[in-house]
C-alpha cells in the first residue's frame, strides 16, 4: 500500500497526558498537511511542512501543539496536557509539486480525551 | 463570514439519479482553487475533482463533474446515476492565492443513495 499511513488509528487518552501521532507521506510528496476534525464538521487547517520546514501554524495550534517533519519524510503532531476539547479526527495529508492541488489524505487517528 | 457554505446538511436520492450538492465560496483573491472531497463512514477523505479559478471549462472526473458559475461564487458537485456506493459525506473546500495550499472547508453534506 502507497498511501498516505497514519498510526495510531484510535488513541485513548486521560485528561493532561502527553500523546503523539504519526504520519507517513507517499513517498515522493514533499508536502504535508495537518488537519483536524470535529464530529459533524469540516476539517479545520493546523499545520503544513514543506519537506522539513514548517511554513505554516494556524491559529488553532496552541501551544500544547507541536508538529516536526525532520527528515522531510514522515511527520509527528504531539499533543501535551490533552484537554477534552481536544478530541477529534487528525487527518494528515501530502501532495507533490505541480500536483498540489491533489491533497491525498490518511485514514486519520481518532483521539478521545476522557 | 464563512469562506465555504454548504447548504444542505443532508439529502436522500434514489439509486440511478442524478444529484446537485451547492456550494458557495467567499474570496476576494483572483487564483483561487476549488475542491470536492468524499468522506465515506471509515473516515478517509476521498479527493474528487479540482475547479481552478481561471478554468474556463467545468472540470469531469468520470461521474463527477463541478458546476462552476465563478460570478455567482458557486461550485457545485454533479453525480450522475448515482450508486449506493456514493452514500457518504461530501465537502467542499477551497484554496486561495498565497495561502501554502492550505484547505478552508464547508462543513459538509451527508448524501444517502437509497435503493
Known amino acids: 500500500d502507497t498511501g498516505v499511513s497514519q498510526n495510531p488509528r484510535h488513541k485513548i487518552t486521560k485528561r493532561g497526558q502527553n500523546v503523539t501521532f504519526r504520519c507517513d507521506p507517499i513517498?515522493?510528496?514533499?508536502?504535508l498537511y495537518w488537519y483536524r476534525q470535529t464530529l459533524g464538521q469540516g476539517p479545520e487547517f493546523l499545520t503544513y511542512f514543506q519537506n522539513e520546514a514548517q511554513l505554516e501554524k494556524s491559529r488553532l495550534l496552541s501551544d500544547r501543539f507541536s508538529a516536526e517533519r525532520p527528515k522531510g519524510s514522515f511527520s509527528t503532531l504531539e499533543i501535551q496536557r490533552t484537554e477534552q476539547g481536544d478530541s477529534a479526527m487528525y487527518l494528515c495529508?501530502?501532495?507533490?509539486?505541480?500536483?498540489?492541488?491533489?491533497?491525498?489524505f490518511g485514514p486519520g487517528t481518532r483521539l478521545t480525551v476522557t | 463570514a464563512q469562506k465555504i457554505t454548504q447548504t444542505q446538511p443532508g439529502m436522500f436520492v434514489q439509486e440511478k439519479e442524478a444529484v446537485t450538492l451547492d456550494c458557495t465560496y467567499d474570496t476576494s483573491d483572483q487564483s483561487y482553487g476549488l475542491f470536492w472531497y468524499k468522506q465515506p463512514s471509515s473516515g478517509e477523505m476521498i479527493f474528487l475533482i479540482y475547479?481552478?479559478?481561471?478554468d474556463e471549462q467545468n472540470a469531469t472526473e468520470g461521474r463527477y463533474s463541478l458546476n462552476f458559475q465563478k460570478a455567482r461564487k458557486s461550485a457545485n458537485l454533479v453525480i450522475s446515476a448515482s450508486q449506493l456506493g456514493d452514500s457518504a459525506m461530501y465537502f467542499c473546500?477551497?484554496?486561495?492565492?498565497?495561502?501554502?495550499?492550505?484547505?478552508?472547508w464547508g462543513a459538509g453534506t451527508k448524501l444517502i443513495i437509497k435503493p
Open positions: 473546500a477551497m484554496r486561495e492565492e498565497d495561502s501554502n495550499y492550505q484547505l478552508i
Open positions: 475547479q481552478g479559478s481561471y
Open positions: 513517498s515522493e510528496h514533499n508536502r
Open positions: 495529508a501530502s501532495s507533490f509539486g505541480s500536483r498540489v492541488h491533489e491533497q491525498y
